[in-house]
C-alpha cells in the first residue's frame, strides 16, 4: 500500500523534472541580465526565481528517489542521473543563500556557470533514462548512414541445423522482441535477458524460465495471453512475436532451454524442424523483390507529372509521403517523343515504369537509360530487341525486367549481365530457346529467370463426369 | 414570356418560402448530417473526389499488390476432401459422433447423433513444402510450392449468406461495403476505360448472399462491383444501334451529363457525379471492353491451358477472363462458382459425385491462372485468394436426424482452410493446424477479418487506420477485429 502510494508520487517524477529545469534557467538568465545596468531593476527578481528553482529542484530529486526504487532501469545510469541531480538540487541552495546573503565567499558568476552546466548534464542522463541512451543520436546516425536499428531485422541462416540453437535461433527473437526493455538499458520488472545467467535467474516474479516446462513457464504463459490482458508480453504497443516464433521458444524451453547446443542436437516434432527450416528458406524469399530505395528523394516536379497525367499515364508516388514514383502508360499506347522527355524530366524520381504493350522501339531505349533509379521495368509486348536492351547495361539498380512477347534473344540479355540487383527476369514468348538456358543461369545465378510456356496437360479425369451409381 | 414570369412567380409561393426557410433552418443539422455521409474524412488520407471517383490513388504504404482475384467457391468446399489431410478420421469412419463434439454445438442440419465420415479421397504430399492435397485436385497439387495454405480458418456463421457477407464485407448483415469496393475506394483503379471492381459468376447461381456481397455499401455507388455476364457478350449493348454513330453517342452522352451536372449544382449530391462519370466509363468501355471482355481471340494454347470453353457459361471462362482483366489493370476481380454446397442431398451435392465434378471444373483453370500470371510477370503483383465461406463437418450430415440419400457434410464453422498466392505471399507455405479429426483449429487459428486485414496490407493499408467516415463514426471493414497474419508474409 505505502509503497504503491510512494510508486504513484514517484510517476510524477517525469512531469516535476521540467520545472526545475526551466525555472532555473530563467534564474540564471535573469541573473546575467541584472548585470547590464539598464537590467538593474530586475535584480529583486532573481532570489524569488532561485528559491522555487530550489524548491522544485528538491521536489524532483524526492520523486525521482520514489521513482528509482520502483521501477527498473539501468543501475548505473540511474545512480548518475541522481546524483547529478542532487547536486543540481545542492547547488541551486547554494546559489539562493549567496544571493540572499552576500557576504558568502564564493562567487555567485562562477556558481550559476556550474549550475547551468550540471542542468544540462543531468538532463540529458534523465533523457536516456526513458527514452534510451541512442535516442538522440540516432538521427545523427541515419544522416551519416549507419545502421542505427541493427536489432530490429533477423539475418537468415544459412543452415539451421548446424546453427547453435541459442545464439542463432532463439536470441535473435530476445533481440527483436524483448531486449528494448530487458536489455542493457532497461530491466523492467528486474528481468534482464541479454545476459543468459540473468535470463535464467528471472525477474521480480520469481524465474521467467523452467528448463523442461514451457507451459509452466512465466515468459510462454505471458506470450499467449491475449494481447489486450494487462500482463501479455510484449505489451500491446510493442512489436509482437510471430506464432512460429512463440512456436519456437516454446520448443526451446521444454527441450531444457539449452545455451551451448546445437540445433541438431535437440529433439524436433515435424512442425518445428519446419518452421527452423523456414528461418533459412525464408531467407532467400526476405528481401521482396520489388521494393523502394533507401533514403528519400525531393519531390517531382509537378508540371512534368501533370503533362503526363494529361497524357493518360498513370504517374503516382509508390505511398502517401513518398516521393519516388510510379508510371505506368496503361491508356495511350502510343508513346512520342515529349513523352519520353517528360519521363526524362521525374528521372530522379522514377522507379518503376510499366510501357507494355507499347510503340516502344529499340531508339527509345537511349531515353530509358537515363532513368538511373529505375528498378522494374516492363516492356511486355513492345518492339524491342537486342540492340535495346544494349543501351540499359548499366542500368543497375533494375531487379525486375519483363520483356515477355520480345524479340530478344539469349545475346541481348546476356548484355544485362552486369546488373547485379537483377532479381526477376521474364523471357515467356521471346526468342530465348530452351538450349539457352544454362547460359542464363550462370550468368544470372540470383535471379529468377521465368521463361514461361507452362502447360496444365489434360489429364483423362478431366473431362469425365461423375454419375450417381444406380443402387442409390 | 408572362408565362416564364408566372412560373417565376410560382417559385416563389408561401409554400416555397416555408420550404426554402425550412432549409435554412435545417442547415445547420444538415450540414452535420452532410459531415456524417464522409465528405470529410478526419484521419484518413483517402481523398474522395465525386468527378473522379475512379483516378487511381496512393496506398499509405508501398504494397506488394496492385490486384487482387478473389476466387470464392459459393457453397463452401470440404476441407477434409481437399487439403486438410486427417487420416485418424478414417478410422473413425462410421461410427457415432462422440457427444463431447456436439455439446453445446449448433449445425445447420445435424440433428441427434450423426456417423463419422472418414476423408472420401486419397490424399498425398506434393512439392518441395510437402502440402497434403488429396487427388481431386490433380493439377493444383503440382503448384503447391506458390501457395501458402490457411488451415485452420474459422467463422461464427454457419449459413451460407451471412457467412458469406462476413467474409466479404466484414458483417454478417447486410450494408457494409465489400472488399472490393474498400480497395477501389482507396486506390482508384489504373485503367480507366474499364470498371476497377469486376464480378463474374458461374456454375448457374449467384451467390446466396445475393449481390451484397459485392455492393458498395455506405461508400458511393460508383465502387460497387460490376457484375458481367458469363455467357455471351459479357456486357450487353456494347455495340452502338443501328444509326447511330460514335459522334452522336458521344454528343447523346455530353447532353445527359449536362443536365446532371446542372442537377449537382442545384442538389450537390455526390451520387450524381458518380452517375456522370458511369456515363463516361459507358462510353469509353466501348471501345477497350470488347478487346478485354473477349476471351476467343486468346491463342489456342491458352485455351487449352486453362481448358475454357469460349460460348458457354463456365468457371473456367471467368477464370482467363480474370487474368485478362488483371493484366489490363482492373484493382479487383471477384469470381463466384456455385455448387460447393456438398450436402449429399443429391449427386450434384454428393461429396463422391457432385463435389468430384465441381473439382474438376475448377482444378485445371486455376492452375494455369497460377501459371499464366506467374509466367507474364504478374503473380509478383497480384494476390489470388481462393476459399469458401466456412468449412464441412467431419460427420456425415444427418438431415433432421434421417439418413441422406447420398453422402455429404453439413456446414461446419469451426475450421476450414483457405489458401493465398501471389503478390509478397510466401511461397510453399502452410499456416495453422486443425485436430486429428479436422473438427476445430488448434494452431494458427485465423478468421475472415485476419484474410481481410493481410489483403489490405499487401495492397498497402493498415487496416486499423483505412476508415470511412459514416453515421458519426470511423467504420473499417475488420470493424473491432482482425490481426495481418505476418507469418505467411514473405
Known amino acids: 500500500m505505502l509503497l504503491s502510494i510512494s ?77 547529478m541531480g542532487i547536486t543540481v538540487a545542492l547547488t541551486s541552495v547554494l546559489l539562493y543563500f549567496k544571493i540572499q546573503n552576500p557576504r558568502l565567499t564564493v562567487n555567485n558568476k562562477m556558481l550559476s556557470v556550474i549550475l547551468l552546466l550540471l542542468i544540462f548534464v543531468t538532463g540529458h542522463l534523465g533523457g536516456s533514462l526513458t527514452h534510451g541512451s541512442d535516442y538522440l543520436t540516432k538521427p545523427l546516425a541515419d544522416v551519416f548512414g549507419k545502421d542505427s536499428v541493427p536489432n530490429t531485422i533477423i539475418k537468415p541462416i544459412p543452415n ?18 524483448c531486449y528494448s526493455c530487458h536489455g542493457v538499458n532497461k530491466q523492467k520488472g528486474k528481468l534482464r535477458m541479454d545476459d543468459s545467467l540473468m535470463l535464467m535467474k528471472g525477474g521480480k516474479d520469481g524465474k521467467v524460465i523452467e528448463p523442461g516446462d514451457a507451459h509452466g513457464s512465466a515468459m510462454i504463459k505471458r506470450l499467449l495471453l491475449p494481447v489486450d490482458n494487462e500482463d501479455h508480453m510484449p505489451p500491446k504497443e510493442k512489436p509482437q512475436p510471430t506464432e512460429s516464433q512463440i512456436d519456437l521458444l516454446e520448443w526451446w524451453i521444454s527441450q531444457g532451454a539449452n545455451f551451448g547446443k546445437k540445433v541438431k542436437e535437440i529433439n524436433q516434432t515435424d512442425k518445428i524442424s519446419q518452421l527452423l527450416f523456414a528461418l533459412q528458406k525464408t531467407s532467400v524469399l526476405e528481401k521482396k523483390s520489388f521494393d523502394i530505395p533507401e533514403g528519400s528523394v525531393e519531390e517531382a516536379d509537378h508540371s512534368v507529372i501533370d503533362k503526363l497525367k494529361g497524357r493518360g499515364v498513370v504517374v503516382l508516388p509508390v505511398a502517401q509521403n513518398s516521393n519516388w514514383l510510379k508510371a505506368n502508360f496503361i491508356t495511350d499506347t502510343v508513346i512520342n517523343a515529349n513523352d519520353l522527355q517528360s519521363l526524362l524530366g521525374i528521372k530522379k524520381q522514377l522507379i518503376w515504369l510499366k510501357l507494355g504493350d507499347t510503340n516502344m522501339n529499340d531508339s527509345d531505349m537511349k531515353v530509358i537509360a537515363l532513368l538511373k533509379n529505375l528498378m522494374f521495368l516492363n516492356l511486355e509486348h513492345t518492339n524491342i530487341t537486342d540492340k535495346g536492351l544494349q543501351e540499359i547495361q548499366s542500368s543497375k539498380n533494375l531487379n525486375y525486367l519483363n520483356l515477355v512477347g520480345t524479340k530478344v534473344t539469349v545475346n541481348g540479355i546476356l548484355q544485362l549481365k552486369e546488373l547485379k540487383s537483377l532479381k526477376n527476369l521474364y523471357l515467356y514468348q521471346t526468342n530465348v530457346r530452351r538450349e539457352d538456358w544454362k547460359l542464363l543461369q550462370d550468368a544470372f545465378p540470383k535471379a529468377q529467370i521465368d521463361s514461361g510456356g507452362y502447360q496444365v496437360p489434360l489429364l483423362p479425369d478431366d473431362t469425365i463426369i461423375v454419375k450417381a451409381k444406380k443402387e442409390y | 414570356m408572362q408565362e416564364a414570369e408566372r412560373a417565376v412567380m410560382h417559385m416563389h409561393t408561401r409554400r416555397h418560402f416555408l420550404k426554402e426557410s425550412a432549409m435554412g433552418l435545417g442547415a445547420l443539422a444538415l450540414g452535420s448530417f452532410l459531415g456524417s455521409c464522409g465528405n470529410s474524412i478526419p484521419g484518413n488520407n483517402v481523398v474522395f473526389d465525386p468527378a473522379h471517383p475512379l483516378m487511381p490513388k496512393l496506398p499509405p504504404f508501398p504494397g506488394n499488390a496492385k490486384s487482387v482475384i478473389y476466387l470464392h467457391m459459393a457453397g463452401a468446399p470440404s476441407q477434409l476432401e481437399l487439403f486438410d489431410y486427417k487420416p485418424e478420421l478414417m478410422k473413425m469412419d462410421g461410427q457415432d459422433c462422440p457427444k463431447s463434439l456436439l455439446e453445446g454445438k449448433r449445425f445447420a442440419f445435424i440433428r441427434g447423433v450423426p456417423k463419422m465420415m472418414g476423408p472420401q479421397a486419397k490424399f498425398a504430399q506434393y512439392g518441395q513444402s510437402g502440402a497434403w492435397v488429396s487427388e481431386h485436385m490433380p493439377h493444383l497439387s503440382t503448384i503447391v510450392d506458390e501457395l501458402s495454405f490457411l488451415k485452420a480458418v474459422t467463422t461464427d456463421q454457419f449459413n451460407h ?6 467474409v466479404h464485407t466484414g458483417s454478417p448483415r447486410m450494408g457494409r461495403p465489400s472488399l472490393g469496393s474498400w480497395v477501389t475506394y482507396g486506390l482508384g483503379t489504373e485503367n480507366q476505360n474499364l470498371p476497377g471492381f469486376v464480378v463474374l459468376t ?49 454528343e447523346s452522352i455530353d447532353a445527359i451529363n449536362e443536365v446532371n451536372q446542372q442537377e ?48 458457354h457459361a463456365c468457371f473456367a471462362n471467368n477464370v482467363l477472363l480474370a487474368r485478362k482483366l488483371v493484366e489490363k489493370g482492373v484493382r479487383f476481380v471477384q469470381l463466384f462458382d456455385w455448387g460447393w454446397d456438398s450436402h449429399g442431398s443429391d449427386a450434384s451435392l454428393a461429396i463422391d459425385i457432385g463435389f468430384i465434378n465441381k473439382c474438376r471444373e475448377v482444378d485445371k483453370c486455376i492452375t494455369a491462372l497460377i501459371l499464366d500470371l506467374k509466367q507474364r510477370g504478374l503473380l509478383e503483383e497480384t494476390l489470388v485468394v481462393w476459399g469458401g465461406e466456412f468449412g464441412r463437418t467431419p460427420m456425415m450430415e444427418n438431415r433432421e436426424g434421417k439418413k441422406m440419400p447420398f453422402k455429404g457434410r453439413d456446414h461446419h464453422t469451426e475450421a476450414f482452410t483457405i489458401w493465398m498466392a501471389g503478390a509478397g505471399i510466401k511461397k510453399g507455405f502452410c499456416y495453422g493446424e486443425t485436430d486429428e479429426i479436422g473438427y476445430s483449429a488448434i494452431s494458427g487459428k485465423v478468421e475472415p477479418f485476419d484474410i481481410q486485414a493481410t489483403i489490405l496490407n499487401q495492397l498497402g493499408f493498415d487496416h486499423e487506420k483505412f476508415t470511412y467516415q459514416f453515421q458519426g463514426r470511423p467504420f473499417r471493414l475488420t470493424d473491432t477485429r482482425g490481426k495481418v497474419i505476418e507469418d505467411v508474409l514473405a
Not at chain 1, 58 to 72: A, E, K, P, R
Not at chain 2, 235 to 240: C, P, S, T
Open chain 1, 7 to 83: 510508486e504513484f508520487i514517484g510517476h510524477f517524477h517525469p512531469l516535476l523534472v521540467h520545472l526545475p529545469i526551466g525555472i532555473l534557467l530563467t534564474g540564471i538568465f535573469l541573473q546575467w541580465l541584472s548585470l547590464k545596468g539598464k537590467y538593474k531593476g530586475i535584480r529583486g527578481a532573481v532570489p524569488v526565481v532561485f528559491f522555487w528553482g530550489m524548491l522544485a529542484a528538491i521536489f524532483s530529486c524526492i520523486t525521482g528517489y520514489l521513482l528509482s526504487i520502483n521501477d527498473d532501469y539501468d543501475k548505473t545510469l540511474v545512480s548518475w542521473h541522481q546524483w
Open chain 1, 160 to 177: 539451421v541445423q548446424e546453427a547453435y540453437v541459442y545464439s542463432n535461433v532463439i536470441k535473435p527473437i530476445f533481440q527483436t522482441k
Open chain 2, 161 to 166: 449468406a451471412p457467412a458469406q457477407l462476413l
Open chain 2, 202 to 250: 458461374s456454375g448457374g447461381k449467384t451467390p446466396d448472399a445475393g449481390k451484397s456481397v459485392w455492393g458498395s455499401g455506405f461508400l458511393p455507388s460508383v465502387y460497387q462491383g460490376v457484375q458481367c455476364r458469363s455467357e455471351g457478350s459479357p456486357v450487353l449493348f456494347m455495340n452502338d444501334p443501328d444509326g447511330m454513330n460514335r459522334d452522336l453517342r458521344k
Open chain 2, 264 to 311: 449537382y449544382a442545384e442538389y450537390k449530391d455526390p451520387e450524381i457525379l458518380s452517375r456522370i462519370s458511369q456515363y463516361e466509363m459507358a462510353y469509353k468501355m466501348q471501345i477497350s471492353a470488347p478487346e478485354v471482355m473477349n476471351i476467343n481471340n486468346e491463342p489456342a494454347y491458352i485455351h487449352e491451358m486453362y481448358g475454357t470453353k469460349p460460348g
